[in-house]
């Protein structure tokens, strides 16, 4: 059984017209260990899948579907309930760690409240594990500087510790929402280094959102492309970053000189997004796509294996055999 299984997942937000609908019956699965990334231009809606995971949407946000964790169904569940799985058993580091922590607090403080809240040490002991854990993720000299205060810490130094809080009761998946894209190049690949180090040594599984190909790249097992709010391709690393199946994907990879190197953004595609309270009945990367048929216009493409590639599925009528066509018939691959 998987250790997490998403199904049919819908986010929504009101908004004074339309409802936004930012993530649209998304379903996905994360094995125990297992990385899987998450791609995709800005407001396709990973951060809103991610955030429903473990309840840490909005209360406004309308959320629907299943998330099965370790064999508990999340959606729905009570908040006390869903604040201990967090911390204890999903672990989450968001884009910017300023934000995320008390500015009030020394930073190891706030480390030793989670230990605390989590692990159930009394407070001396607590400030000896906070030490140590700010160690294990590489800050330098944790003893005396974990009685500061956020902002005198640089952002790499603060992502550092917000990771350290998430990994601290070692959860068995670790949520990762482009925990590097707030910092420089340079600091950027130390703390990618630090997440793959981690990972290896502790095993947890991890669900990465980032723009960052080479992270992904170096990171990923499965990787999952989102667009305007559903999945559009899902497979193995190397099948979709360097396959590139679902033209969407291809577009995201193409202009990227050295795609898959560290720091390599994802490309910026011509056209707009999707409106994201469309309603549409085609595929709604219709008016960006250079593949478009007649079909494309007229029903969304379901998901279907790409030939010849094991669990790669891309949701494209060029791989369908039963695209509509003008004729009323199927239409072929171009
Ligand atoms: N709290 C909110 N209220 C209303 N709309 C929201 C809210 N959060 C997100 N959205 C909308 O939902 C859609 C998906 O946003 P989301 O932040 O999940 O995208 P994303 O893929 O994480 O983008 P980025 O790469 O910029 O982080 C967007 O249209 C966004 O404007
Ligand atoms: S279904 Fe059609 S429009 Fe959509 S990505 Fe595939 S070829 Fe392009
Ligand atoms: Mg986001």
Redesign the pocket.
């Known amino acids: 059984m998987a250790l997490l299984t998403v199904r049919d997942l819908s986010v929504e937000?009101p908004?004074s017209g339309a409802a936004?609908r930012?993530?649209r019956r998304v379903s996905l699965s994360v094995q125990d260990g297992e990385v899987v990334g998450l791609v995709?231009?800005?407001?396709?809606?990973?951060?809103?899948?991610m955030m429903a995971i473990p309840g840490l949407l909005?209360s406004a946000?309308h959320v629907a579907g299943s998330v099965r964790f370790a064999g508990r169904e999340l959606l729905g569940a009570r908040e006390q309930e869903l604040r201990r799985i967090r911390g204890a058993r999903i672990g989450v580091v968001f884009?910017d760690p300023l934000s995320a922590l008390n500015p009030t607090m020394p930073v190891g403080r706030q480390v030793a409240e989670v230990v605390v809240h989590h692990l159930h040490l009394g407070w001396r002991e607590a400030r000896e594990r906070a030490v140590e854990l700010l160690a294990s993720v590489d800050l330098p000299d944790p003893g005396r500087r974990a009685a500061e205060y956020p902002h005198q810490w640089s952002g790499g130094m603060r992502q550092r510790a917000l990771i350290a809080m998430a990994l601290a009761a070692r959860p068995s998946l670790l949520i990762a929402?482009?925990p590097t894209s707030a910092l420089d190049a340079r600091v950027a690949t130390e703390v990618a280094e630090l997440l793959l180090r981690l990972q290896s040594e502790l095993g947890m599984a991890v669900l990465l959102?980032s723009?960052d190909l080479g992270l992904i790249a170096r990171l990923a097992d499965r990787v999952l492309v989102?667009y305007g709010?559903q999945i559009v391709e899902s497979g193995g690393c190397a099948d979709v970053l360097l396959g590139r199946a679902h033209p969407y994907t291809s577009a995201l990879m193409g202009a990227v000189p050295g795609g898959g190197a560290p720091g390599t953004a994802l490309s910026a595609i011509p056209g707009e997004p999707p409106d994201?309270s469309r309603r549409d009945a085609g595929c709604a990367f219709a008016a960006r796509c250079p593949h478009v048929m007649y079909g494309c216009l007229r029903a969304a493409p379901p998901p279907y294996p790409v030939p010849g590639k094991i669990g790669h599925v891309a949701c494209c009528w060029r791989y369908h055999p039963d695209a509509p066509s003008a004729d009323g018939g199927a239409h072929g691959r171009t």
Do not use: L, R
């Open positions: 937000f908004a936004v930012a993530v995709g231009e800005s407001g396709s809606g990973k951060t809103a899948a909005p946000a884009q929402d482009e959102a723009h989102m709010g994201a």
